[in-house]
């Protein structure tokens, strides 16, 4: 299977009905009306509250990644270390019993996630058919970029050929064109780039009724769509985006941190693990052979994959929204087993131990068996479905980046030397 044969195949699995557009449904006339508002809000706030200092900053901070630091305004979702994710103010929980579904459907459909990402408010089931008929009518790749994905070498990684596709369709970048023809900046959300880079990726503008589509709209839509700013792969296009680079090129670059074994292939390397303690287990085992197995696994030097969270502290909600996908539809998967016996097992075992902050399992504990169960057997391409999913979130915040006119990101960088002054501190 090729990135191309992804794209190909995919309006075949899924399928589409769309009904005839009335005035109210059209995004652009949406945020037409909330841009203004929201950009008088957000100017009086900053009028009011411009010099409030809102945190600290701590010399193990700068060292440490900047985590923990106030520094990105990102619009469409928050991560609370207790909550954990909100879509515009909505639980995952409840973004899947309050946004349209397909017919016979149990998930939501991506482009009520995306009406919501991008607007704050729960769309109508003929919000979303609008939203369904703009992405198919944009869907086709140029010709030029099915050359590209055709002579790539079949030993190019997935991401790699993703990655490379995206910048490709610059080509098409009304974006571009119309800064490159001196459009105004205030119309820089307008332009329709913004809505439509997300309709290259393999589901675009499609719905779905059986179980098997279910399962990928959930993994799709809840597993990487969106995952407040700081995370790399939405960071990344952010900080692109603010040099008023085209959304491409901004979303090709969020894809490249996406490809990190540390972001978007780590549901990949759970999934070889597993299957390695899997090897080496056996069948079933009992739970107090697992913890000997998990305690050998921390004493040698190793983490177990798939637990732990850079800002969660408690189990991931998109980890129990795939749990009681799972038990509902494979509870007698052998795999799914074994995920379900360690999420019994590693956080005792890691609270015994007393190093972790966040004994809990992530996301990428879980997703890796779900898409393997569903016939998904070639791990590379995990990510690529994730990076199709994340396009979601990143190009939603794009457009309101553009519409409240975020300036070039461009954070003050200090050298050893430097820091050691601030503080006080002489060298050595």
Same mark, same amino acid.
């Given at each position: 299977?090729?990135?191309?044969?992804?794209?190909?195949? !995919?309006?075949?699995?899924?399928?589409?009905?769309?009904?005839? =557009?009335?005035?109210?449904?059209?995004?652009?006339?949406?945020?037409?009306?909330?841009?203004?508002?929201?950009?008088? =809000?957000?100017?009086?706030?900053?009028?009011?509250?411009?010099?409030?200092?809102?945190?600290?900053?701590?010399?193990?901070?700068?060292?440490?990644?900047?985590?923990?630091?106030?520094?990105?305004?990102?619009?469409?979702?928050?991560?609370?270390? +207790?909550?954990?994710?909100?879509?515009?103010?909505?639980?995952?929980?409840?973004?899947?019993? /309050?946004?349209?579904? !397909?017919? #016979?459907?149990?998930?939501? /459909?991506?482009?009520?996630?995306?009406?919501?990402?991008?607007?704050?408010?729960?769309?109508?089931?003929?919000?979303?058919?609008?939203?369904?008929?703009?992405?198919?009518?944009? !869907?086709?790749?140029?010709?030029?970029?099915?050359?590209?994905?055709?002579?790539?070498?079949?030993?190019?990684?997935?991401?790699?050929?993703?990655?490379?596709?995206?910048?490709?369709?610059?080509?098409?970048?009304?974006?571009? =064109?119309?800064?490159?023809?001196?459009?105004?900046?205030?119309?820089?959300?307008?332009?329709?780039?913004?809505?439509?880079?997300?309709?290259?990726?393999?589901?675009?503008?499609?719905?779905?009724?059986?179980?098997?589509?279910?399962?990928?709209?959930?993994?799709?839509?809840?597993?990487?769509?969106?995952?407040?700013? #700081?995370?790399?792969?939405?960071?990344?296009?952010?900080?692109?985006?603010?040099?008023?680079?085209?959304?491409?090129?901004?979303?090709?670059?969020?894809?490249? #941190?996406?490809?990190?074994?540390?972001?978007?292939?780590?549901?990949?390397?759970?999934?070889?693990?597993?299957?390695?303690?899997?090897?080496?287990?056996?069948?079933?085992?009992?739970?107090?052979?697992?913890?000997?197995?998990?305690?050998?696994?921390?004493?040698?030097? =190793?983490?177990?994959?798939?637990?732990?969270?850079?800002?969660?502290?408690?189990?991931?909600?998109?980890?129990?929204?795939?749990?009681?996908? !799972?038990?509902?539809?494979?509870?007698?998967?052998?795999?799914?087993?074994?995920?379900?016996?360690?999420?019994?097992?590693?956080?005792?075992?890691?609270?015994?131990?007393?190093?972790?902050?966040?004994?809990?399992?992530?996301?990428?504990?879980?997703?890796?068996?779900?898409?393997?169960?569903?016939?998904?057997?070639?791990?590379?391409?995990?990510?690529?479905?994730?990076?199709?999913?994340?396009?979601?979130?990143?190009?939603?915040?794009?457009?309101?980046?553009?519409?409240?006119?975020?300036?070039? +990101?461009?954070?003050?960088?200090?050298?050893?030397?430097?820091?050691?002054?601030?503080?006080?501190?002489?060298?050595?």
């Amino acid at each position: 299977m090729s990135f191309l044969t992804l794209h190909r195949l !995919a309006p075949k699995l899924l399928n589409s009905k769309v009904r005839r =557009r009335e005035p109210h449904d059209n995004l652009k006339d949406v945020l037409a009306d909330l841009i203004p508002k929201e950009q008088t =809000r957000i100017k009086n706030f900053k009028q009011q509250y411009g010099k409030t200092n809102i945190g600290q900053i701590t010399v193990d901070m700068v060292y440490g990644g900047m985590r923990g630091m106030k520094g990105l305004v990102y619009e469409t979702s928050v991560l609370d270390p +207790e909550e954990g994710i909100r879509f515009r103010g909505y639980s995952i929980p409840e973004c899947q019993k /309050l946004l349209p579904k !397909a017919p #016979g459907g149990e998930e939501p /459909l991506p482009e009520g996630l995306f009406w919501l990402l991008i607007t704050g408010q729960i769309p109508t089931e003929e919000q979303v058919n609008w939203v369904s008929k703009e992405w198919a009518k944009r !869907a086709a790749l140029p010709s030029h970029v099915v050359t590209m994905l055709d002579n790539f070498p079949t030993n190019l990684h997935p991401m790699s050929q993703f990655s490379a596709a995206i910048t490709a369709l610059n080509s098409e970048s009304s974006f571009a =064109r119309a800064y490159s023809e001196g459009v105004h900046k205030s119309k820089y959300w307008e332009v329709r780039e913004d809505l439509q880079t997300i309709t290259k990726g393999p589901w675009s503008g499609k719905t779905v009724t059986c179980v098997s589509c279910n399962f990928l709209l959930m993994m799709l839509f809840f597993n990487t769509s969106d995952h407040e700013g #700081g995370n790399v792969s939405a960071h990344t296009s952010h900080l692109v985006g603010s040099a008023l680079s085209d959304p491409y090129l901004s979303f090709s670059a969020a894809m490249n #941190g996406l490809a990190g074994p540390l972001h978007g292939l780590a549901n990949q390397e759970v999934l070889v693990w597993l299957t390695a303690l899997q090897k080496e287990l056996g069948g079933e085992v009992s739970d107090e052979r697992m913890r000997d197995y998990i305690w050998n696994t921390l004493k040698s030097g =190793r983490v177990v994959p798939g637990y732990g969270h850079a800002v969660l502290r408690k189990t991931d909600p998109r980890y129990t929204c795939q749990r009681e996908f !799972a038990l509902k539809h494979l509870p007698n998967d052998p795999m799914f087993k074994l995920v379900a016996q360690l999420y019994k097992i590693v956080p005792n075992v890691l609270l015994e131990q007393g190093k972790a902050k966040n004994p809990w399992p992530n996301v990428d504990a879980h997703s890796g068996v779900l898409l393997q169960y569903y016939g998904m057997t070639e791990m590379n391409y995990y990510t690529v479905l994730f990076g199709v999913s994340r396009a979601l979130g990143v190009l939603a915040q794009l457009v309101w980046s553009r519409a409240l006119g975020f300036p070039l +990101e461009r954070p003050k960088s200090m050298s050893t030397e430097g820091l050691m002054g601030l503080v006080g501190t002489k060298s050595g």
